[in-house]
């Protein structure tokens, strides 16, 4: 099993930067992809970004390309969601996950591991 808590979320203003983190614990070594995934208020949720173990490669949607920018550490067993540039419509709850096969992938089912959620306001 493998625990996800996530930090960083807040009220910011059109523009400015956010940077989430997510902190994996228990049998680190199965969260071979980590993503981030959010989901508005009546909305289903969806890919943000993914990065494999290495970090060498990464997958974002093509609503985020551009601002925001997926890394991790394995060694402090983190993952950090850098978001520049924030618009009104990236407001919603934003959730780390994690899967245990080595591919990257933006569908939600198929990933086994999931943290509680941080939310992200954006405001004008």
């Known amino acids: 099993q493998v625990q996800l808590v996530e930090s960083g979320g807040g009220t910011v203003q059109a523009g400015d930067s956010l940077k989430l983190t997510c902190v994996a614990s228990?049998?680190?070594?199965?969260?071979?992809?980590m993503g981030w995934f959010r989901q508005a208020p009546g909305k289903k949720r969806e890919f943000v970004a993914a990065?494999?173990?290495?970090?060498?490669?990464?997958t974002y949607a093509d609503s985020v390309r551009g601002r925001f920018t997926i890394s991790r550490d394995n060694a402090k067993s983190t993952v950090w969601l850098q978001m520049n540039d924030l618009k009104l419509e990236d407001s919603a709850i934003y959730y780390c996950?994690?899967?245990?096969?080595?591919?990257?992938?933006?569908?939600?089912?198929?990933?086994?591991?999931w943290g509680r959620g941080t939310q992200v306001t954006v405001s004008s």
């Open positions: 996950a994690a899967r245990d096969r080595g591919w990257l992938v933006t569908g939600a089912d198929y990933y086994g591991f």
């Open positions: 228990g049998r680190t070594s199965e969260a071979s992809v």
């Open positions: 990065i494999v173990w290495s970090g060498r490669s990464t």
